[in-house]
């Protein structure tokens, strides 16, 4: 994620549940996926080339994303990403994890203004 004083890390494992969802959506090389992230975020994360494929690796390694030869819409060469079923039950399982940790948070947010 890029570094600005305004923005702040991502805490483990938020960028692979996003590169997760946004391929439930439909297959996408790198740069799409990063651009697709930075979109739909309305420019509040902006996924940096260091931190997108050593994560994209790393996904490939465990299972949760297979990737295929494929071309640009500039006509270059790609790889094209798409979701596994075991990245589609890790991302289920992440989610659930995610909504009680921000549950939690709220709580103890809602409690300090108290």
């Known amino acids: 994620m890029a570094k ?3 923005q702040r890390d991502l805490f483990p494992g938020a960028l692979e ?3 997760l969802q946004s391929l439930r959506h439909r297959p996408m090389h790198g ?8 979109q739909v975020s309305n420019d509040l ?4 080339e260091g931190s997108l494929y050593p994560a994209l690796q790393r996904m490939l390694r465990e299972g949760w994303l297979e ?15 798409r979701i596994t079923e075991a990245g589609t039950r890790h ?7 995610f909504e ?3 549950a939690g948070i709220t709580r103890v ?6």
């Open 100 to 102: 009680r940790m921000f």
């Open 45 to 48: 994360l902006q996924v940096e």
């Open 31 to 38: 740069y799409a996926l990063a651009k697709h992230i930075k």
């Open 67 to 81: 990737s295929e030869t494929g071309v640009s819409a500039k006509g270059r060469p790609t790889r094209i990403y």
């Open 91 to 97: 991302l289920e399982k992440e989610v659930v994890s």
């Open 4 to 6: 600005n004083p305004d």
């Open 17 to 19: 549940i996003m590169l």
């Open 109 to 114: 947010l809602a409690v300090a203004k108290a």
